[in-house]
Nanobody, 124 residues
Framework: QLHFVESGGGLVQPGGSLRLSCTAS????????IGWFRQAPGKEREGVSGIGFTDDITNYADSVKGRFSISRDNAKNTVYLQMNSLKVEGAGVYLC?????????????????WGQGTQVTGST
């Protein structure tokens, strides 16, 4: 079965940091563009960041530019999302997904495989 396993979520205070990991199972990520999405209660799934087939192609939502960094380690079949200076509005379930076409990084319908997500909860 082809899927992702995400990890690294947790409780974080405003201004804190987390590093999310997304490891593929059953397929090799070297052939895919990878995206991170956030799903907050009552809101649509939104694209947070995406990385292309090579490390030099990265994209970020305006709300996270300068604070988040996406990277991939093809040897470990894993993609990472380093999140710094976290804000309360950044809470939600973070999911990673793989796209064989690699088009429109922030459009969920363009992705082929998804993980179950990891929860990021803001602490006040």
């Amino acid at each position: 079965q082809l899927h992702f396993v995400e990890s690294g979520g947790g409780l974080v205070q405003p201004g804190g940091s987390l590093r999310l990991s997304c490891t593929a199972s059953g397929f090799n990520i070297v052939y895919y563009a990878i995206g991170w999405f956030r799903q907050a209660p009552g809101k649509e799934r939104e694209g947070v960041s995406g990385i292309g087939f090579t490390d030099d192609i990265t994209n970020y939502a305006d709300s996270v530019k300068g604070r988040f960094s996406i990277s991939r380690d093809n040897a470990k079949n894993t993609v990472y999302l380093q999140m710094n200076s976290l804000k309360v509005e950044g809470a939600g379930v973070y999911l990673c997904a793989a796209s064989y076409d690699g088009d429109a990084w922030n459009v969920p319908e363009g992705y082929d495989y998804w993980g179950q997500g990891t929860q990021v909860t803001g602490s006040t």
